[in-house]
């Protein structure tokens, strides 16, 4: 039988490591700073993301990732042996994309639990605009 979306989103989430809203929080409240991805698209972040977050959507993470793609990101190339913490809207996306990472040597990347709603749901910072860095 063919696999579907959800038995690939739940083999990631077996082999990943999970973050709470509150542990993110506190690690960016704690100046730990680990480099926060967010995997959605543009047109999703312009809506709302985590302040500080970075865009590379969940179809480049790989590109974004390889040191020899031509559309890759340094500043997620150096953070290899930095935490580095990846969201989407429910969790579902960024599993697969933290997953992606992990198999590419990252040595300690993390999806956010509950994505951006249980973020948004917990009362913590939400902002609003379109990302003004440097799309992969």
């Given at each position: 039988m063919?696999?579907t979306?959800?038995?690939?989103i739940?083999?990631?989430?077996?082999r990943?490591?999970?973050?709470?809203?509150?542990d993110?929080a506190?690690?960016?409240?704690d100046?730990?700073?680990?480099?926060?991805i967010d995997?959605?698209?543009p047109?999703?972040?312009?809506?709302?993301?985590?302040?500080?977050?970075?865009?590379?959507?969940?179809g480049?993470?790989?590109?974004?990732?390889d040191p020899?793609n031509a559309?890759?990101v340094?500043?997620l190339l150096?953070?290899?042996?930095?935490?580095?913490?990846?969201y989407?809207?429910?969790?579902?996306?960024?599993a697969?994309a933290t997953?992606?990472?992990?198999?590419?040597?990252?040595?300690?990347v993390?999806n956010l639990a509950g994505g951006?709603?249980?973020w948004?749901a917990?009362?913590?910072d939400?902002?609003?605009?379109e990302?003004?860095?440097?799309?992969p």
């Amino acid at each position: 039988m063919p696999k579907t979306l959800s038995d690939y989103i739940r083999e990631a989430r077996a082999r990943i490591t999970e973050i709470t809203a509150d542990d993110l929080a506190d690690l960016l409240d704690d100046g730990e700073a680990p480099l926060l991805i967010d995997t959605r698209e543009p047109y999703e972040y312009a809506v709302r993301h985590i302040p500080g977050a970075a865009l590379i959507p969940r179809g480049v993470i790989e590109s974004a990732a390889d040191p020899n793609n031509a559309r890759r990101v340094d500043a997620l190339l150096e953070a290899r042996d930095r935490t580095v913490v990846l969201y989407c809207d429910t969790g579902a996306r960024s599993a697969l994309a933290t997953a992606v990472l992990q198999d590419m040597g990252y040595a300690d990347v993390r999806n956010l639990a509950g994505g951006l709603k249980l973020w948004d749901a917990e009362d913590y910072d939400i902002e609003t605009g379109e990302y003004t860095g440097t799309l992969p």
